[in-house]
């Protein structure tokens, strides 16, 4: 099973832990998430070079002379580092096994995005958030390979299938994938081409009638006003800007991704 950490900043008015961070875990039913909230001076911690922490510390040893300053510095280098170590050992002692070990980090901590979580559009985490999509009719923007694996799977409980994308994006695969359905399913999907340009920031409207939205088109703009009232959004990229896009605007659907889940369980984590 694979684990998600998710590092997010622990906020001042919230109970700050001594050690630096605090941890709660969950199991979802392919994964298992452990939030991780950092305090603002185990983030500094991190993320900063002694060079850096000892800067800002620098009023604090401006009364010493020069020799003595020397030793100060060296002693609070050494504390410095045994500090990061333990911080970092105790972190790290939540990893699973590396292999399925992946990171993702709220803004502003980055020290982790070398392990960043990348597999949005993994075959076994769109099927996932698809879970979410109860309706019988669908809308796909963009193209992505997981479509040959994923789609074929709910073609039976389709009463339609629409494609928004740019022609660009419209390649043999896919032009295989919609023979298949239409051979083996007898679906036959619609497809509309969007300016190249103006993609999917200009999305006409996406039909009369509520629909599943499978969001491949890696566009934090795109015209949420498009989809028909109480459609179901799933964003398989969780692009942050866009669900706050959905939110400011007060667009009439139900929005999904990942990451909205793992937010989620953390506003549930600090409000506990």
Not at 12 to 17: D, R, V
Not at 76 to 94: A, G, N, T
Request: glycine content about 4%; overall charge negative; hydrophobic content about 40%.
């Amino acid at each position: 099973m694979d684990t998600i950490l998710y590092f997010y900043p622990i906020r001042q008015e919230e109970s700050q832990p001594a050690s630096g961070f605090c941890r709660k875990e969950y199991r979802f039913p392919i994964y298992r998430l452990i939030k991780v909230g950092l305090t603002k001076d185990a983030i500094s911690l991190l993320q900063e070079s002694f060079e850096e922490a000892a800067e800002r510390e620098s009023a604090a040893l401006s009364g010493f002379s020069g020799f003595l300053s020397f030793f100060a510095r060296r002693k609070r280098k050494k504390e410095w580092e045994k500090q990061r170590e333990e911080l970092l050992h105790d972190i790290f002692e939540l990893w699973g096994e590396p292999c399925s070990s992946f990171c993702v980090c709220q803004s502003p901590i980055t020290y982790f995005n070398k392990w960043q979580f990348t597999d949005y559009r993994e075959a076994k985490w769109v099927d996932y958030l698809i879970q979410n999509g109860i309706l019988f009719r669908y809308v796909v923007l963009g193209n992505a390979p997981c479509l040959w694996e994923v789609l074929p799977k709910y073609a039976k409980r389709m009463k339609s299938l629409r494609f928004f994308l740019r022609e660009s994006e419209f390649n043999e695969e896919l032009q295989e994938l919609l023979e298949f359905l239409f051979e083996e399913y007898g679906l036959a999907a619609d497809i509309h081409f969007l300016e190249e340009t103006a993609g999917y920031k200009k999305l006409p409207l996406l039909g009369n009638m509520p629909c599943n939205i499978w969001d491949f088109s890696g566009d934090e703009k795109a015209f949420g006003e498009a989809a028909p009232p109480d459609s179901i959004w799933l964003d398989f990229d969780g692009l942050e800007e866009k669900r706050r896009r959905f939110e400011l605007r007060r667009v009439r659907v139900h929005y999904f991704s990942l990451v909205k889940e793992w937010k989620t369980a953390i506003q549930f984590c600090t409000e506990s």
